[in-house]
């Protein structure tokens, strides 16, 4: 796994493949998991979610998660059971327990069934986000990356030396495809809004001045995406994102 820091601060932690982590977060109180979720997503992370044993042995087959975080008391089965059941599909997947209860015996119950750590509620989302590091980190899935470095896929951009590839071929790009590429790169998989890449590229509020941001796309799929598999997506009416090709 890689690192890299994030606009906001953060060290960011990504797969081998250069992806985003993937967690899934198995809890049956929907307002708590879209909490988990949104401070995931946060850190760049990509996010499932299971309201039951069932649905998330399903999605965990589907998904193929980095870390999990369990709730012990699922509506459906307990979540021992369904730890059970996660190792079977995914041996060696770090699980997060989340339990209300606080003894002793729960811990131990839970990390001896094979948990690799254990949160009771009420907890804060700083001490979960810190632990699910934590877990990764030793699992090996996911590595630091060069701050200088930003990867997506097969395409590097490097902040320090201005330099950049796709699957080890140099692109030359002006200094304003190079800003824009950079804000893109820096939020993959993330829908970035016209608005949005006008005030961080362009440094001025949006005024009808979406052209731009278009004419700037077209310049940079045309020497990021030429023969390739695209990278660059458009979302009609939402903006535009960057993730690896397919």
Same mark, same amino acid.
């Given at each position: 796994?890689?690192?890299?820091?994030?606009?906001?601060?953060?060290?960011?932690?990504?797969?081998?493949?250069?992806?985003?982590? #993937?967690? $899934?977060?198995?809890?049956?109180?929907?307002? !708590? /998991?879209?909490?988990? @979720?949104?401070?995931? +997503?946060?850190? *760049?992370?990509?996010?499932?979610?299971?309201?039951?044993?069932?649905?998330?042995?399903?999605?965990?087959?589907?998904?193929?998660?980095?870390?999990?975080?369990?709730?012990?008391?699922?509506?459906?089965?307990?979540?021992?059971?369904?730890?059970?059941?996660?190792? #079977?599909? $995914?041996?060696?997947?770090?699980?997060?327990? !989340? /339990?209300?209860?606080? @003894?002793?015996?729960? +811990?131990?119950? *839970?990390?001896?069934?094979?948990?690799?750590?254990?949160?009771?509620?009420?907890?804060?989302?700083?001490?979960?986000?810190?632990?699910?590091?934590?877990?990764?980190?030793?699992?090996?899935?996911?590595?630091?990356?060069?701050?200088?470095?930003?990867?997506?896929?097969?395409?590097?951009?490097?902040?320090?030396?201005?330099?950049?590839?796709?699957?080890?071929?140099?692109?030359?790009?002006?200094?304003?495809?190079?800003?824009?590429?950079?804000?893109?790169?820096?939020?993959?998989?993330?829908?970035?809004?016209?608005?949005?890449?006008?005030?961080?590229?362009?440094?001025?509020?949006?005024?009808?001045?979406?052209?731009?941001?278009?004419?700037?796309?077209?310049?940079?799929?045309?020497?990021?995406?030429?023969?390739?598999?695209?990278?660059?997506?458009?979302?009609?009416?939402?903006?535009?994102?960057?993730?690896?090709?397919?």
């Amino acid at each position: 796994m890689t690192t890299t820091t994030s606009p906001q601060g953060r060290t960011e932690l990504l797969r081998p493949d250069r992806t985003p982590v #993937r967690v $899934l977060v198995v809890d049956d109180e929907a307002s !708590l /998991t879209e909490l988990l @979720s949104m401070a995931l +997503r946060y850190e *760049g992370w990509e996010v499932r979610s299971a309201g039951n044993g069932t649905a998330a042995v399903r999605t965990a087959r589907s998904f193929r998660p980095d870390v999990v975080i369990l709730d012990v008391m699922l509506p459906d089965m307990d979540g021992l059971a369904v730890l059970g059941r996660l190792r #079977r599909e $995914l041996s060696d997947v770090p699980v997060l327990f !989340l /339990t209300a209860r606080d @003894s002793v015996e729960d +811990r131990i119950a *839970g990390l001896t069934a094979g948990g690799d750590d254990y949160v009771t509620k009420p907890f804060s989302l700083e001490e979960v986000v810190a632990r699910l590091r934590g877990l990764i980190r030793r699992s090996g899935t996911a590595a630091a990356r060069g701050e200088s470095q930003l990867v997506v896929g097969d395409l590097m951009l490097d902040e320090d030396s201005h330099e950049v590839s796709r699957g080890g071929r140099n692109i030359h790009l002006t200094a304003t495809e190079f800003e824009l590429l950079r804000f893109l790169m820096r939020n993959p998989r993330r829908v970035l809004s016209k608005a949005q890449i006008l005030d961080r590229v362009w440094n001025y509020d949006f005024g009808g001045q979406a052209n731009v941001v278009e004419l700037y796309i077209s310049y940079l799929r045309k020497k990021i995406d030429a023969g390739r598999a695209p990278m660059i997506h458009t979302r009609r009416g939402a903006g535009y994102l960057i993730k690896p090709g397919e």
